[in-house]
């Protein structure tokens, strides 16, 4: 399993995709949580789980190949190593391709502060439980309202 965190550029582990994003930091702010007169900040967790059937491993990790190769702030030792992980997992590849920055960069009023993703091969059956799509998975909802309020 990969997985790559982005405070402000990203700093993967050895087998995680780096990012070449611009640096995604806090705006200035004249005390903690706002940022300017009378605007508070908000940070919000965005949770995604999206399930992939690759059909076409060769295709994928040629192109992680193509991004890893054309990385140029990838040590050689790292890209080395990058390079056997895409080529030994599909979703090693994934995980190179996928820039979470890219799913928030053209919505207003919204800055990327920090991102982490992983991809790993699964058992998949559609009609399982744990696949439903209209409540997270795990998770207890309160009952007192019909929104989960209290």
């Known amino acids: 399993m990969s997985t790559s965190e982005t405070p402000e550029t990203t700093s993967?582990?050895?087998t995680s995709p780096e990012t070449t994003s611009p640096e995604t930091t806090s705006p200035e702010t004249t005390s903690p949580g706002t940022t300017g007169p009378g605007t508070t900040t908000?940070?919000?967790?965005?949770?995604?789980?999206i399930v992939l059937e690759i059909d076409g491993?060769?295709?994928?990790?040629?192109?992680?190949?193509?991004?890893i190769d054309s990385d140029e702030f990838?040590?050689?030792?790292?890209?080395?190593?990058a390079r056997a992980a895409v080529q030994?997992?599909?979703?090693e590849a994934l995980a190179y391709l996928v820039e979470p920055f890219d799913l928030v960069r053209e919505l207003p009023g919204v800055e990327l502060v920090?991102?982490?993703w992983s991809s790993e091969e699964i058992e998949?059956?559609?009609?399982?439980?744990?696949?439903?799509?209209?409540?997270e998975d795990g998770a207890e909802e309160d009952d007192d309202q019909p929104d989960g309020r209290p």
Do not use: K, N
């Open 57 to 67: 491993p060769a295709e994928l990790t040629a192109a992680a190949e193509e991004r």
């Open 88 to 91: 030994d997992d599909p979703s």
């Open 12 to 14: 993967p582990e050895t």
């Open 124 to 135: 998949y059956d559609p009609d399982a439980m744990e696949w439903e799509l209209d409540g």
């Open 114 to 116: 920090q991102a982490a």
């Open 74 to 81: 990838m040590p050689a030792e790292e890209r080395a190593h």
């Open 42 to 49: 908000r940070h919000v967790r965005l949770r995604v789980d």
